[in-house]
């Protein structure tokens, strides 16, 4: 908008400026000066007669080319105004608690356009704001780098800073040596699980689009933690089974589930089915509620192998409703116990009512 008022303005300043010496030189072609025209006769002079024989043709053409290209940029500005008003400051306030027009106006209708005005990617343009105003080295500063960008300049599908304190909680909770989180995108949430964990506790992240693999490693190197995360390019479904012969990993101890959301129930199946799953592993999974996990949800509540507890927050940088479910998994026995008003009741893979 700056760059436009810069061409606008010099354009009027010339307009005005070669008014008032066209109106020095025809008195009579001032506004003023008809209006005393029917009254007062201008002096005679024979060089403006000469002047306005041989000028006044091409300098009323120069009048009106300026003032249709004055007008013309005029019109542009506002318009550019007044759409960058509307998608910066009115739609962005009208989506903010609704998840359907949130989800499609930042992740659909927004992001292509900038990335047919920029030429580049969301994550692109993210990478660029953490390379330019976060601390090398300064996992903090690298989040609070990215949370920046996402508030004041484009939403992206990170956890988020308020579901991000909540993962940053149950990190500390559960205190894991094994960690697996599957969803990667830019590598936020990676970076705010490994500046938690022991010096000797990696993270193994998975990420299917190569492009986000590619910023992820950049953003994550940018922390100084790639000594600490180690970012898989593939699918999820491909890349569990492997786990164990790749790292030599017997189970997980912190799993977070953040990647496409009709994966869910059947990576954690499929973590079941590897035993990558032990007593007392914790699974936190993200935006449970928007998009939503239905199926997820109902897998992992009615199933008496977990024991459950929903965390309510909101859709990364809006007032969407949303949350994480934390589960922790009791293992595959065939007995359990459960203690309802003091009484133990013994069931065999059953749900109690």
């Given at each position: 908008?700056?760059?436009?008022?810069?061409?606008?303005y010099?354009?009027?300043?010339?307009?005005?400026?070669?008014?008032?010496?066209?109106?020095?030189?025809?008195?009579?072609?001032?506004?003023?000066?008809?209006?005393?025209?029917?009254?007062?006769?201008?002096?005679?002079?024979?060089i403006?007669?000469?002047?306005?024989?041989s000028?006044?043709?091409?300098?009323?053409?120069?009048?009106?080319?300026?003032?249709?290209?004055?007008?013309?940029?005029?019109?542009?500005?506002?318009?550019?105004?007044?759409?960058?008003v509307?998608?910066?400051?009115?739609?962005?306030?009208?989506?903010?608690?609704?998840?359907?027009?949130?989800?499609?106006?930042?992740?659909?209708?927004?992001?292509?356009?900038?990335?047919?005005?920029?030429?580049?990617?969301?994550?692109?343009?993210?990478?660029?704001?953490?390379?330019?105003?976060a601390?090398?080295?300064?996992?903090?500063s690298?989040?609070?780098?990215?949370?920046?960008?996402?508030?004041?300049?484009?939403w992206?599908?990170?956890?988020?800073?308020?579901?991000?304190?909540?993962?940053?909680?149950?990190?500390?909770?559960?205190?894991?040596?094994?960690?697996?989180?599957?969803?990667?995108?830019c590598?936020?949430?990676?970076?705010?699980?490994?500046?938690?964990?022991?010096?000797?506790?990696?993270?193994?992240?998975?990420?299917?689009?190569?492009?986000?693999?590619?910023?992820?490693?950049?953003?994550?190197?940018?922390?100084?933690?790639?000594e600490?995360?180690?970012?898989l390019?593939?699918?999820?479904?491909?890349?569990?089974?492997?786990?164990?012969?790749?790292?030599?990993?017997?189970?997980?101890?912190?799993?977070?589930?953040?990647?496409?959301?009709?994966?869910?129930?059947?990576?954690?199946?499929?973590?079941?089915?590897?035993?990558?799953?032990?007593?007392?592993?914790?699974?936190?999974?993200?935006?449970?509620?928007?998009?939503?996990?239905?199926?997820?949800?109902n897998?992992?509540?009615?199933?008496?192998?977990?024991?459950?507890?929903?965390?309510?927050?909101?859709?990364?940088?809006?007032?969407?409703?949303?949350?994480?479910?934390?589960?922790?998994?009791?293992?595959?026995?065939q007995?359990?116990?459960?203690?309802?008003?003091?009484?133990?009741?013994?069931?065999?893979g059953?749900?109690?009512?």
């Amino acid at each position: 908008m700056y760059s436009i008022i810069k061409v606008v303005y010099p354009e009027l300043k010339a307009l005005f400026i070669w008014e008032a010496d066209f109106t020095l030189l025809y008195p009579t072609s001032s506004p003023t000066a008809r209006l005393h025209s029917s009254t007062e006769q201008p002096p005679t002079c024979t060089i403006l007669t000469a002047c306005q024989e041989s000028a006044s043709p091409t300098r009323h053409l120069q009048t009106c080319d300026r003032l249709s290209w004055s007008m013309s940029l005029f019109a542009v500005s506002m318009a550019l105004l007044g759409l960058y008003v509307l998608c910066r400051c009115l739609i962005p306030w009208l989506v903010q608690s609704n998840s359907t027009l949130a989800l499609l106006w930042y992740d659909v209708v927004l992001e292509t356009m900038l990335d047919l005005l920029t030429g580049s990617t969301r994550p692109q343009r993210l990478l660029r704001a953490v390379s330019i105003n976060a601390v090398r080295g300064d996992p903090d500063s690298v989040i609070a780098a990215v949370d920046h960008f996402c508030k004041h300049t484009e939403w992206a599908m990170n956890v988020g800073d308020e579901k991000g304190a909540i993962l940053d909680l149950v990190v500390m909770e559960t205190s894991p040596s094994t960690v697996l989180e599957l969803g990667t995108y830019c590598g936020y949430s990676a970076i705010r699980i490994a500046r938690l964990l022991p010096l000797a506790t990696k993270l193994i992240t998975v990420e299917m689009n190569p492009n986000y693999v590619n910023v992820a490693r950049q953003v994550i190197q940018h922390a100084g933690l790639q000594e600490k995360v180690c970012v898989l390019e593939g699918e999820s479904g491909d890349l569990i089974p492997k786990m164990t012969d790749m790292f030599g990993i017997q189970t997980f101890d912190f799993v977070f589930l953040d990647h496409w959301k009709d994966r869910y129930l059947p990576d954690i199946k499929l973590l079941e089915d590897c035993d990558l799953l032990a007593r007392g592993s914790v699974i936190l999974a993200d935006n449970v509620v928007c998009p939503g996990t239905p199926d997820y949800l109902n897998y992992i509540r009615d199933n008496l192998k977990y024991s459950s507890r929903f965390y309510q927050a909101h859709l990364e940088y809006t007032r969407v409703l949303d949350g994480l479910e934390r589960s922790e998994y009791q293992g595959d026995r065939q007995d359990y116990h459960l203690v309802i008003d003091n009484e133990t009741i013994q069931t065999r893979g059953e749900k109690v009512k």
